[in-house]
């Protein structure tokens, strides 16, 4: 796997697995997904579990997207339009971000991109100066701490820092501090608006086809079943165990980036999509004293906390903001 943009590789039907650019404003999970039905055989859930997307991609992806919208909302007089489409790439870039967070880590490529992600998204307050008096209050040190489980990809994981260069070497201007350096592959966070500009309407119109929040609901909760279902006829001593376990991790997968999606897309106050969500929650919440990865647990947490934030770009006033009530495993 190299940092090239290769796309994110989605399931076929047939348990093949594609490798398709994204070419237009489109949710990731969705498209990662979509071709996977809401009662998945054992072959499907195997095949997803095996496809191994791109994390690098989508930790590129997600810092472009995130930072594109800082700089519309910063660089547009017509702050309405510009909040819609800021709006749009956030779920894009939210989405992507959820990915890089949900997905194990399978070998050190993974690894590269969580910690790469987890660098450039640290939260104010969360790499204090030694002479600074510590002031964090509660809530944000929650938030520090979700955040870091979200992306915690193990100790025994994590690759050693980028060599130094030898005497001979040369192109220090840009020599990598890590494994894989965002900030030297993508444009500074500030400044005019890098891209959003030929497709701006496409952007904004990202969120006027919403996903159905109450069938992904559905989905989450038949994918946790399986999950646990899957895992127990795991354990028994028999043949073919292994493959049960790798559909039981695809379906673990998969529910927990459903969670993500109905945790990220805004929903106005009063409105089916908030009972959904609340549905969802629960259903999350109640994982808490299952064996389920912490960090698969915390990226939800984490991404309906950066959910509010898209939120209120929609209007503080009639959007769905409440965060829920979590139950303090991380």
């Known amino acids: 796997m190299t940092n090239e943009d290769k796309g994110v590789p989605a399931p076929t039907a047939t348990g093949a697995v594609e490798h398709a650019r994204q070419q237009s404003p ?43 919208s800082m700089r519309i909302r910063l660089g547009s007089t017509d702050v309405e339009a510009a909040h819609r489409v800021a709006a749009g790439l956030m779920v894009v870039g939210l989405s992507f971000t959820a990915l890089a967070c949900t997905w194990p880590a399978d070998s050190l490529d993974e690894v590269d991109a969580k910690l790469a992600l987890a ?13 600074y008096a510590p002031m ?8 520090i701490r979700v955040r870091r489980a979200a992306f915690n990809v193990g100790e025994l994981m994590v690759p050693p820092r980028a060599t130094g260069p030898a005497p ?37 119109g ?15 909760e038949r994918l946790l079943a399986t999950a646990d279902r899957l895992f127990l006829l795991a354990a028994r001593p028999a043949e073919g165990n292994a493959e049960l376990r790798r559909a039981a991790e695809g379906a673990q997968i998969m529910a927990y980036l459903c969670a993500a999606q109905v945790a990220l897309w805004p929903v106005e106050r009063g409105s089916p999509g908030v009972k959904a969500k609340r549905r969802m929650a629960k259903a999350i919440d109640d994982r808490a004293c299952r064996s389920d990865p912490l960090h698969m647990q915390a990226t939800v947490r984490h991404i309906f906390e950066e959910a509010t934030w898209l939120a209120k770009l929609l209007g503080a006033e009639r959007m769905a903001i409440k965060m829920p009530t979590w139950t303090e495993i991380v």
């Open 136 to 143: 964090l209050q509660a809530d944000t040190a929650r938030f």
């Open 26 to 68: 489109g949710d990731p999970i969705a498209i990662l997904t979509g071709s996977i039905g809401d009662d998945p055989s054992l072959a499907e859930l195997t095949a997803f579990r095996d496809s191994r997307p791109d994390l690098k991609f989508a930790a590129r992806q997600a810092k472009m997207c995130l930072d594109e």
């Open 119 to 131: 660098e450039v998204r640290k939260p104010h307050g969360d790499d204090q100066e030694d002479d």
């Open 206 to 220: 990202l969120l006027s086809a919403p996903p159905d929040l109450d069938r992904l609901a559905d989905r989450v």
């Open 168 to 204: 001979t070497d040369r192109g220090l201007v840009s020599w990598p501090l890590q494994g894989l350096d965002l900030t030297l592959l993508l444009p500074p966070r500030g400044g005019e608006p890098v891209f959003v500009y030929q497709q701006a309407g496409a952007w904004a």
